[in-house]
């Protein structure tokens, strides 16, 4: 009789508990994997529904939004405002006013019946005050950045006279609200926001039947107006949220994330010389002079300048099409002192470098230059002399700082500003007229009959008290051997 092998029926044992176990498994990844397939089979669902509805009882809730819970906590909404200017233009004041107009309820073809039980809103206003310091200040232009109030504030049930569903109102800024100085030697520019928008208010009733704004989203209206410059780029049918923002200062990129995106851009702009026909040489908008100094300098030597002026951003104007004009300036050789100018300026095109010739005591003088107006200018250098400039004018500290050129192998082919790492850029034009002055100074180093220049003379004494002690050295050496041989 065969023994019974108790350790082989344990193994088969466990093999039956292992194959359930396996079974187990399977069933439980297949009822997770059910599960994720639902989940995410809903969570494509539930945007499609809420695209989908026409009236705001049903499933449609438009993203982005701004949402309430209740008639205590109901949606709100506001209107953005970017007050823009170049950098170093004082703030003038402004008052800007938007206009806030009925359309429909719910879409309706023929909706003049239920326009008077709809609420009025608006105006609203934004204002700013003369000399106002910048929310921050982004490559040469300086941003102003606010909110309108809540355009819903004081509302309650009555005024929602139509019922629950879909009230559309068309916003848009009216013309000015900027105050022009009284200055009449300045030339000032304004552009004003030709948007337009439509928000559209969900009026829905809360747990106690009470109505409220319960979403509210904004769309851009390209029939009513244009799409605001801010959004230069960006499709025009993009759904637009109206809550208001944390209004943290930031980039331009942020304004949309901070602030609400029913956004208005206004740009202010100013020249910062006379005008014809009170053209004085000694205050414009900017000058560049040169003066010629040293040993035995030849006053009537012509030196070349390369010159670049740029339109600020924020001055920039546009063309019907949405391209940019082209902006020319006018620029007049001077001498120091005189108060007529030539009759025929020179040409210069913005953000396009033309050379320019002076002599010593002469400057190029602008005029119709901005405030905050980019500036460039480089001298050719030449053999016989050595350049130094300083302005009243750039992002050096303090004013006049003197920057003069190097000697020796790193000897430049030209030499100004913006010069890195010495003289950083970018140099901007400053409020104030004659107060922008840039000099170039040529200190003329001549070749006396030695051959030696004066640039070149703490290094000849150093070479000269180096060769004096070699001779010295030689000298005693020599004496002292001498001496030793007699001995």
Not at 34 to 58: F, K, Q
Not at 100 to 105: E, F, M
Not at 106 to 127: A, F, Q, R
Request: aromatic fraction near 10%; glycine fraction near 8%.
């Amino acid at each position: 009789m065969e023994k019974q092998h108790p350790t082989k029926t344990k193994q088969n044992k466990k093999g039956v508990f292992n194959n359930m176990t396996k079974k187990r498994n399977s069933i439980a990844r297949l009822l997770l994997c059910a599960i994720l397939t639902a989940t995410m089979l809903l969570s494509m669902a539930l945007p499609v529904m809420a695209e989908g509805g026409d009236d705001a009882g049903g499933l449609s809730t438009p993203k982005p939004y701004s949402e309430g819970t209740d008639a205590e906590h109901p949606a709100k909404a506001v209107f953005t405002k970017i007050f823009k200017m170049p950098i170093n233009t004082t703030t003038p004041a402004a008052t800007f006013t938007f206009t806030i107009t009925k359309v429909s309820v719910n879409d309706k073809s023929d909706p003049v019946s239920d326009l008077p039980l709809m609420p009025n809103l608006g105006p609203v206003t934004v204002s700013f005050e003369a000399g106002q310091s910048q929310t921050f200040i982004d490559n040469g232009t300086k941003y102003l950045v606010d909110q309108t109030g809540n355009i819903l504030a004081g509302l309650v049930e009555s005024d929602w006279a139509a019922g629950a569903g879909k009230y559309k109102y068309t916003v848009k800024e009216e013309t000015g609200g900027i105050t022009l100085t009284t200055d009449t030697t300045d030339v000032e520019g304004t552009y004003y926001s030709g948007a337009a928008y439509d928000i559209e208010i969900w009026v829905e009733e809360d747990a106690n039947g009470v109505l409220f704004p319960m979403y509210i989203v904004g769309y851009f209206n390209l029939t009513a107006g244009t799409q605001d410059e801010y959004y230069l780029g960006t499709p025009g049918d993009k759904k637009l949220d109206p809550t208001p923002g944390t209004t943290e200062p930031g980039e331009p990129g942020d304004i949309g994330k901070n602030y609400s995106d029913i956004i208005f851009t206004n740009r202010y702009w100013k020249t910062d010389g006379p005008t014809p026909p009170d053209l004085d040489p000694n205050k414009n908008a900017l000058e560049i002079k040169k003066v010629v100094t040293g040993n035995n300098p030849t006053l009537d030597t012509l030196y070349d300048f390369t010159v670049t002026v740029t339109t600020p951003d924020a001055a920039v104007e546009f063309n019907t099409d949405g391209t940019p004009k082209t902006k020319t300036y006018n620029a007049y050789i001077v001498k120091d002192g005189d108060t007529t100018l030539p009759t025929t300026p020179i040409i210069f095109i913005s953000g396009t470098a033309k050379t320019v010739s002076l002599k010593h005591g002469e400057k190029l003088v602008f005029f119709d230059l901005e405030v905050g107006a980019e500036v460039k200018v480089f001298e050719k250098v030449e053999d016989s002399f050595r350049v130094k400039y300083n302005n009243t004018f750039g992002p050096n500290d303090p004013v006049n700082k003197e920057f003069t050129m190097p000697v020796g192998a790193d000897r430049p082919d030209n030499w100004g500003f913006p010069r890195n790492p010495e003289d950083k850029g970018p140099h901007y034009t400053k409020e104030i007229a004659g107060a922008n002055i840039s000099t170039f100074t040529n200190n003329v180093t001549g070749v006396p009959p030695t051959g030696i220049t004066i640039d070149n003379l703490p290094y000849v004494i150093i070479i000269g008290l180096a060769v004096a002690g070699l001779v010295g050295f030689f000298v005693i050496k020599f004496r002292k051997n001498a001496k030793e041989n007699i001995q």
